[in-house]
T-cell receptor, first 113, second 109 residues
Framework: DAMVIQNPRYQVTQFGKPVTLSCSQTLNHNVMYWYQQKSSQAPKLLFH???????NEADTPDNFQSRRPNTSFCFLDIRSPGLGDAAMYLCATSSGGARGTQYFGPGTRLLVL | SQQGEEDPQALSIQEGENATMNCSYKTSINNLQWYRQNSGRGLVHLILIRSNEREKHSGRLRVTLDTSKKSSSLLITASRAADTASYFC?????????FGAGTILRVKS
């Protein structure tokens, strides 16, 4: 089945130690998104790629970066994780057309020690 | 901020009852979507309603949209224990979604 896959499902890192979360999709969608979701809060968009065009949200900290080497893969890099970065990180895709439906992966829960 | 607001924050009902969740937003939208999230999981798309539509149905779900009031509601009829989850409205602006704060629904069997 076509889907959005996130690895790992759980990630533990140390304060200040760089960490990379990965996302892959078999939907061949143009657009890929990264969201941060803290406990009992709404998902918050960090950035998205429309094809190779990177779009950063104005309030996304510089500590967060992303790479999209090809259509199928997208990575979220956290350069120096702080305790406040502990959250669920959700990857999503869409075709970019007028329909607008986004397809979400299961998420990676990040714990910062 | 474009973020939507949802109410109630939490809702607890008995199996078989109907559940209604409301969403309000601030600026004009392309469309409005509803998503469900089971605890610790990703979001699942439920239904999309376009800005020129007033009502839409999908199975036990009914969504209304009032663009003059900038509000939407999601009705789940004949609720089941499996409907227990968080429900988020999401406003589409261009290629981006802005999510409401969510309603936590608990259906007791």
């Amino acid at each position: 089945d076509a889907m959005v896959i996130q690895n790992p499902r759980y990630q533990v890192t140390q304060f200040g130690k760089p960490v990379t979360l990965s996302c892959s999709q078999t939907l061949n969608h143009n657009v890929m998104y990264w969201y941060q979701q803290k406990s009992s809060q709404a998902p918050k968009l960090l950035f998205h790629y429309y094809d190779k065009d990177f779009n950063n949200e104005a309030d996304t900290p510089d500590n967060f970066q992303s790479r999209r080497p090809n259509t199928s893969f997208c990575f979220l890099d956290i350069r120096s994780p702080g305790l406040g970065d502990a959250a669920m990180y959700l990857c999503a895709t869409s075709s970019g057309g007028a329909r607008g439906t986004q397809y979400f992966g299961p998420g990676t829960r990040l714990l910062v020690l | 901020s474009q973020q939507g607001e949802e109410d109630p924050q939490a809702l607890s009902i008995q199996e078989g009852e109907n559940a209604t969740m409301n969403c309000s937003y601030k600026t004009s939208i392309n469309n409005l979507q509803w998503y469900r999230q089971n605890s610790g999981r990703g979001l699942v798309h439920l239904i999309l309603i376009r800005s020129n539509e007033r009502e839409k149905h999908s199975g036990r779900l009914r969504v209304t949209l009032d663009t003059s009031k900038k509000s939407s509601s999601l009705l789940i009829t004949a609720s089941r224990a499996a409907d227990t989850a968080s429900y988020f409205c999401a406003m589409e602006y261009g290629n981006k979604l802005v999510f409401g704060a969510g309603t936590i629904l608990r259906v007791k069997s």
